[in-house]
């Protein structure tokens, strides 16, 4: 099955999007109370590892995630995302000290690693090439949809129930999003059965050449949000704003609300174009971020970063898999989600430094994250042909 029709919305996309949003939601929903139980464990001064590890191993395993995709098939590779989300939601409660946690984040990673690949290899195989921009920024409205709806339930279970129950919750709902796509057809023509050699990895299945400007452009582009990520509850303190999740509040809401309509203009217009503007818009965002004084820039800002990202991230799925060959777009999918990992992973290491804990160092660090966004705009309007 490799996307003869032109009508997206069937059972199968719908199952995506549903495994998409339970799946961000699980590991999504226990985030928010991760640093408090490291420090009950007596780790306060390891929390920067919460998430740097996590996002280590999902980078890790991207060239073996992408392999087995385009080897034994999109839905196992799926499959195997979800199942290592449902484990680690049951061996939290069990890790009674720091290093025990700190191992367990860096397993959890490989769950990031495996399922999205599959997800978006399978969306490639399923949607002609005109519905592209549509379908993927549907698709990153319901995992969207799960990262903003999971750290309030999962804060929602533990205040009503304790740590454990929203643990467990957070296993229900990997479950959850395995059970939906275990008995999905597999799109992949003719795959073979898993073997411990599939699991050699040589230099060329790393990288994808094909996807190289998309992954480049996506490196520049996340960026800023490894920067958003690490500074802005600090630059919200500072501001005088008690609520320090008002900037991703609005950031969210933003970006949900030009998603679909973004991928829908990229089918018509081109992705290059719309990268072009998303990649400007990047820059004014980070740029009115510098310069923010008060309440109302900080979140005017944070609209224009959602509008730019809403654009931005289904336009380069769509030109990822555009350009991806056939029988390597596991492998095309997780070199993109490689550079989307180190941008965010670079950006939140070179912010923090940067920042260094100085307030006065605000505005240096948002102007290196509009450097970067500049570096994608230019990079698209310089050697980058529109199509």
């Not at 992408?66 to 069990?94: H, N, Q, S, T, W």
């Not at 929203?166 to 008995?183: C, H, N, T």
Request: hydrophobic share 50%.
């Amino acid at each position: 099955m490799t996307g003869e029709t032109t009508r997206i919305y069937n059972l199968q996309f719908g199952l995506l999007c549903l495994s998409s949003f339970l799946f961000f939601a699980s590991f999504n929903m226990i985030i928010p109370e991760l640093p408090d139980y490291l420090t009950s464990l007596g780790g306060a001064e390891y929390k920067g590892l919460i998430i740097s590890l996590f996002t280590l191993t999902a980078g890790l395993s991207r060239p073996f995630s992408g392999k087995l995709a385009d080897e034994i098939g999109r839905v196992p590779v799926m499959v195997v995302g979800g199942a290592v989300c449902l484990a680690c939601g049951f061996m939290y409660p069990l890790t009674g000290s720091v290093a025990a946690f700190l191992l367990l984040r860096f397993i959890h990673g490989f769950s990031t690693g495996f399922t999205p690949t599959g997800i978006a290899a399978y969306v490639a195989d399923i949607i002609p090439m005109h519905r592209r921009g549509e379908a993927t920024g549907l698709l990153g409205l319901a995992g969207s949809l799960g990262m903003a709806a999971g750290p309030a339930l999962g804060g929602a279970i533990a205040n009503q129930f304790s740590l454990d129950v929203m643990f467990y919750a957070s296993s229900g709902m990997a479950f959850l999003a395995v059970a939906v796509v275990v008995r999905m057809p597999e799109t992949l023509v003719g795959p073979q059965r898993f073997n411990l050699r599939l699991l050699q990895i040589s230099r060329k299945e790393i990288f994808e050449p094909r996807v190289f400007s998309p992954s480049l452009v996506m490196f520049f582009s996340i960026f800023s949000f490894g920067v958003i990520l690490t500074v802005v509850p600090d630059f919200s303190q500072h501001l005088g704003i008690k609520n320090k999740g008002l900037f991703f509040t609005s950031f969210t809401l933003s970006s949900l609300a030009v998603r679909f309509l973004a991928g829908r203009i990229s089918d018509k217009y081109g992705r290059i174009t719309i990268l072009k503007i998303s990649s400007a818009v990047l820059v004014l965002a980070l740029v009115w971020l510098g310069l923010a004084k008060n309440t109302f820039d900080l979140l005017t800002a944070a609209a224009i970063f959602g509008v730019a990202s809403g654009m931005n991230s289904p336009t380069i799925f769509a030109w990822t898999i555009d350009l991806s060959h056939e029988a390597h777009r596991g492998r095309a999918m997780a070199t993109m989600y490689i550079a989307l990992e180190a941008g965010i992973g670079i950006g939140a290491l070179a912010s923090g430094w940067i920042y260094n804990n100085q307030a006065e160092n605000f505005p240096f660090v948002f102007f290196t994250g509009s450097a970067t966004a500049l570096l994608a705009f230019l990079y698209l309007m310089l050697f980058v042909k529109s199509k």
